[in-house]
Every structure is written in structure tokens, then in C-alpha cells.
């Protein structure tokens, strides 16, 4: 950081000045039918398309819904050529709508908030050509000079060229067009981060912790403050003369803290007019509506493990008063997926076909019915649940597949993996033109306990036994967790062990403490250990350590492996956990509450004693008792 940073960070008092704009309600009910889309980003064509099919405009693009609602969760624009088109006629529609009786609702997305702040970084060269008409020859050159008085160097023909492709024409009234006195930037800033339209809430991204427990008021409140105080504050540092409008967002504070250290420089001992803006913008930085967490940036929700990520979305949910989450933000380049059991729905169907690969949607409600429209499609749909299979994604096969191959695909080869006490194994097989690898593990040390007649806990407490991946596995599978690796019983040259499923791209967090490596996914740590708790108290597993915890490398989502010290009988936490806390969302005491005596004797009894059964079952109770919950 710059000396001068440190000088006005210390001396200037903050000052924060926030405009008011008139904005919709947050909160609606109405009898009417509501007609949801997500992320057009520019697909002009495919959207009004969608609208007709709809009835939502004529074919001169007029409303013609009645008293319809028509909600959009954000980004109409960047990368597709018709985004201008988008926001233009969703602003004509908001207009005809209310004096219709209906009503447009947007919520901003992180598109939206990225061009209003100077982030063009996916604006294509379409959109920028949308505004070429209304910038003239003067606008251009005068952003020009700006450009040459900070850029002197160079050939004037060479410069004027890079010039003009950074900065192409349409450029200035883009810029201008989305501030925050433009005719779209306007308008946009009269509109939601968040909206509860009956039992629903619709925002772009997802419902991170650090929003779970406010109100919709508060969070539009917030947030449209943020935003508002940074471009009054970027426009006061412009009109300052200090901020030329060729400078982008990302390059703004190293640009504002040059000018700065010249300022002081040049005027010992004495504060500029546009200090104050400054430092706002400054401290913008740390602003939520520019965070990773805001509710037009938050994955999680969409990305997340369902049973981790439900005690957020439930908590806002009741918070709020409503049942469900409609999201966009995360395309799933073609099916309305919900998840959480319904309690989210992904409406990002990837729209802009020629990057997302996707097709036009609608969520449409009326009555009781919910029910999702396809461009093109004339029967209705209904949202496709969601597919998280673990074996899936770790070998291409599912479990049953991945199963059998295990089972009967010859061995190809077979190496120490040179950790662990007991020395495991890794196996390759090889069928079909198919290779895939295993852990193989062998150590007993108490074969058969799980058929004797009698539990010792002193004798048996300290067992060590391949069977209990096996069990852990199938354990995972009947609550729907999908974390630990397919595992089975099997032979590996003559001798008996347990085969699971190897795991590759992954780091386990030994590892990636000792390098160092930070923690960069949607899924934050400490709301994974979540499961992690849970889990562990539920088969008593106290040998949870920093090896056998396992990060997929690109996204950093969590696995477990190594459960062949778990499952004993005691009824309390294990040690290692004795103290942590415990948030249990609704779904996931549902998927713990399906446990019963009956259904686990039948899925464990080949691997597990019956009071070993019991206690998973004890301990469930208590997990459920002790636990935090997502009521307020």
C-alpha cells in the first residue's frame, strides 16, 4: 500500500453521503399470475420470444399481460448484443405493466452493478456499438485527451489505434447511459436486490450466512446504499478532474492513489476538496454489495451442498415469511434445476445460447401451481431435481456401476501408498478400455465382531476394520449425503480388504495448509465442517484428522475418507468434538430422522454389531437435541 493511503486513511474522517431513490415495494401478494425469468445477458430475440409464447407482449412488444408480474433476477446485460434492447424494453414494459395493473420487478444482478460501477470487462463489442449513435466526435475526443494526458508516450498514430479498440466507439455514452443519472442507470437504481413476491423470494445469486438473518428491507437498504454512496462518491472524484472516465474499476485505486501522492506532493500539509470521496471509494472496498456474499454475487445456494447450504436459505426463508428461493446467477446451461428438496430453485437456464450453451425459460406461478415454460416447448415442465452423485463425478460411473466394475474388473496393478499405519494399497483395474483406481484396505483386527453374540465396548473399543468404510459409505448413501467414496468388500491378491473408490484432483488439508494454498471456493470452510460434525458424531469417528479430510482442487468441495476407526457404541460426542457447534437446517434433520433401527439393520448389519446400530441411532438423538436450528 502507498504512503499516502496510510497518511489519508489516518487523518480524514469518514463521510458518508447516500442518496434516496424511489424504488418498488420488496414485498407482494397478488392473486396474479407471476412469470419469472433469469439471466438473459443480451439474448434479445430468444427473450421476447419467450414473453410472446407467454402473453406477456404483443407482437409490437407492448404489454399485454394485464395483471401479470413479470420478475427478472438480473443480468439482462453484458456479453449478448441485444442487451441494450433488453433493459430498454423491460423499462418500457415497467411503465405499461402498472398502468395495466401488473407489475415489472427487477433485482439486480452482479451484471448490472458491474457496467453502472465501470466494470465492462464482459461488455461485448455489440453492445458497445448499440450506443456509437448517441456519442459524438466531441465525446470521443475529449476522452481521448483524458487518455493522453495520463498516457504521453508513444506514437500518436500507434497510440490512437490501441486507443480506439479499448475504447470503442459507444464507449463515453455506455458510460454514460448506465450512470447514475443516465436513462438506464436510472431506472435501475430504482430497483430491488431482493423480492418476495407471495411464498417466493427472488434475488440473483443465493442467500449467504452473513444475509440469512435480515430482513428484505435491510438487505435492499444496505446494499442500495453501498452502491449509491460509490457512484456519488466515483462522480465527485470526476467532477474533481481526478477520475477521467477512461479509467475502469479495476484500475481505479492504484490510478486515485497516483493522483493522491501527487496532490500531497505538490501541497504539503494540505487536504484536497475530493479527499473525502476518495476515501470512500477507498473503503468501498469492504463494501457487502461488492463482496463474494452479497445476494447478486453468493453461489453457494446454487453450488453448495444442499444439507450445509439449507440452514442459510431456511433461516431467511422463515425470516421472511416465505417457502421458497428463485435464483439465477449459476447456469445450468438448459434445465430449471431445483434443490434443498425444492427450497431453491436454479433459473439460470444459460439464455445466451452462443456462450451458455443453454435455452430460454420461465418460472411460472398462478394459483397453487408452479410450473416451468421452455421456449419452444407447449407442454409444461416441471423443475429437474438436482444430480450430485459422488461416484459420478469421481469415475463417470454411478454407484451401482462403479460397484460391479469394482467387483469384477481384473487388477492391473497394485502399489503401496506409503502413508497410514496400516500400510493401504492402490489398485488399478482395468475392463473395457475402462481404468479406474482404488484404496484398498485390510486390517481386522477383530473379524467377525459383527455377528458375535455380545458387544465388549473395553474389548472392542479400540477395532480397526476395513469394514467400517464399507459401512460409512452406505451410511452416506442412505441420507443422501454423497461425500464418502464408493466402497465394497473385496479381494486383492488372496487377501479379504475393502476397495473405495480412489479420489484424484483433490488436496487433503494437511496439504494444503503446509503449502499454503488458500481456501479459494464458493463453499466456505467452516459451513462445510457443518456436515463434518455432524457426520462424525453420528458414526463417532475420533479419528478425523487433517489427512482424511479431502478439498477437490478446482472448487474446493469436501469429502471424507478413512472410517475404519469410527463406530463405537458410546452415546456422547467424540472428544474431538465435544465443544463444537452444531446447526442442523430442517432437511437435514428430515434425512436423520429417516434413520430407524430397521432400515440400518438392513442396510449395515453384513458390517456393523446391533449395538453399534443402536448408538448411530442414539447419537442421532442427541445430534438433534443439542443442535442449533434454523427458527429464530
Not at 443480451?42 to 421476447?48: E, H, N, S, Y
Not at 412488444?61 to 448484443?81: F, Y
Amino acid at each position: 500500500m502507498h504512503t499516502i493511503i496510510r497518511i489519508w486513511v489516518v487523518v480524514l474522517a469518514v463521510v458518508f453521503s447516500v442518496g434516496s431513490v424511489a424504488g418498488s415495494t420488496d414485498d407482494i401478494q397478488t392473486s396474479a399470475r407471476v412469470v419469472a425469468f433469469a439471466d438473459v445477458h443480451g439474448a434479445f430475440d430468444d427473450w421476447v420470444a419467450l414473453l410472446k409464447e407467454l402473453g406477456v407482449v404483443d407482437d409490437a412488444l407492448d404489454w399485454r399481460a394485464g395483471n401479470t408480474h413479470l420478475v427478472s433476477v438480473g443480468d439482462l446485460i453484458d456479453r449478448g448484443p441485444g442487451s441494450r434492447e433488453v433493459v430498454e424494453l423491460l423499462m418500457k414494459l415497467d411503465k405499461q405493466a402498472d398502468q395495466a395493473g401488473g407489475a415489472v420487478h427487477l433485482t439486480l444482478g452482479n451484471h448490472e452493478v458491474m457496467v453502472m460501477t465501470g466494470d465492462l470487462r464482459y461488455v461485448s463489442a455489440a453492445e458497445f456499438t448499440a450506443f456509437a449513435g448517441d456519442e459524438t466526435q466531441n465525446d470521443r475526443d475529449a476522452l481521448y485527451a483524458d487518455y493522453r494526458r495520463y498516457n504521453s508516450g508513444g506514437e500518436e498514430a500507434i497510440v490512437r489505434a490501441a486507443f480506439d479498440q479499448q475504447y470503442p466507439p459507444g464507449y463515453v455514452a455506455l458510460r454514460k447511459a448506465y450512470s447514475r443519472g443516465g436513462a438506464l442507470g436510472r431506472w435501475l437504481l430504482q430497483q430491488q436486490f431482493v423480492v418476495k413476491v407471495n411464498d417466493k423470494v427472488y434475488m440473483h445469486g443465493g442467500i449467504a450466512s452473513e444475509f440469512s438473518e435480515k430482513s428484505l428491507a435491510s438487505v435492499n437498504e444496505t446494499l442500495k446504499k453501498e452502491l449509491i454512496d460509490f457512484l456519488e462518491s466515483m462522480e465527485a472524484l470526476r467532477e474533481a478532474g481526478v477520475m477521467p472516465l477512461h479509467v475502469g474499476y479495476h484500475n481505479r485505486l492504484q490510478f486515485l492513489n497516483a493522483r493522491a501522492e501527487e496532490f500531497v506532493a505538490a501541497n504539503p500539509k494540505t487536504r484536497a476538496d475530493w479527499f473525502e470521496p476518495l476515501q470512500r471509494v477507498f473503503e468501498a472496498q469492504q463494501y457487502k454489495v461488492f463482496s463474494e456474499e452479497s445476494p447478486n454475487w453468493y453461489r453457494g445456494t446454487a453450488m453448495c451442498h444442499p444439507y450445509a447450504e439449507s440452514f442459510n436459505t431456511e433461516r431467511f426463508l422463515k425470516g421472511v415469511g416465505a417457502k421458497q428461493l428463485v435464483m439465477g446467477h449459476t447456469p445450468t446451461r438448459g434445465l430449471v434445476q431445483e434443490r434443498m428438496d425444492g427450497l431453491a430453485i436454479r433459473l439460470d437456464t444459460g439464455m445466451l445460447k452462443s456462450v451458455y450453451k443453454g435455452r430460454a425459460s420461465a418460472l411460472v406461478s398462478q394459483g397453487n401451481e408452479d410450473y416451468v415454460h421452455y421456449l419452444g416447448d407447449t407442454e409444461k415442465a416441471r423443475p429437474t431435481t438436482e444430480s450430485r452423485g459422488l461416484a459420478q463425478r469421481l469415475s463417470g460411473m454411478d454407484d451401482a456401476a462403479l460397484e460391479a466394475f469394482m467387483r469384477s474388473a481384473p487388477v492391473t496393478n497394485v502399489t503401496d501408498i506409503g502413508t497410514g499405519v496400516t500400510k493401504p494399497k492402490r489398485v488399478t483395474q482395468t475392463q473395457n478400455g475402462i481404468t479406474h483406481d482404488s484404496v484398498f484396505k485390510y486390517e481386522d483386527t477383530h473379524p467377525g465382531l459383527e455377528s458375535r453374540s455380545r458387544y465388549i465396548p473395553r474389548r472392542y473399543r479400540d477395532s480397526d476394520r476395513f469394514v467400517y468404510d464399507v459401512a460409512a459409505y452406505k451410511l452416506d448413501r442412505m441420507l443422501g449425503w454423497e461425500m464418502v467414496p464408493t466402497s465394497i468388500l473385496g479381494e486383492v491378491e488372496g487377501g479379504k480388504g475393502a476397495l473405495s473408490a480412489w479420489v484424484g484432483n483433490a488436496i487433503n488439508e494437511r496439504d494444503r495448509l503446509e503449502k499454503e494454498l488458500p481456501f479459494e471456493g464458493y463453499c466456505k470452510q467452516q459451513e462445510q465442517y457443518r456436515l463434518r460434525f455432524v457426520f462424525d458424531i453420528l458414526i463417532h469417528n475420533d479419528d478425523r484428522n487433517l489427512t482424511n479430510i479431502l478439498w477437490t482442487k478446482d472448487d474446493y468441495m469436501m469429502m471424507f475418507i478413512d472410517h475404519s476407526l469410527a463406530f463405537r457404541v458410546a452415546e456422547r460426542r467424540p472428544k474431538q468434538y465435544r465443544k463444537v457447534h452444531l446447526e442442523v437446517s430442517d432437511l437435514l434433520k428430515t434425512r436423520l430422522k429417516s434413520l430407524n433401527e430397521s432400515n440400518l439393520n438392513q442396510a449395515l448389519s453384513a458390517y456393523l454389531h446391533p449395538r453399534q446400530i443402536k448408538a448411530i441411532l442414539a447419537r442421532r438423538d442427541l445430534i438433534l437435541k443439542e443442535a442449533v436450528r434454523t427458527s429464530r
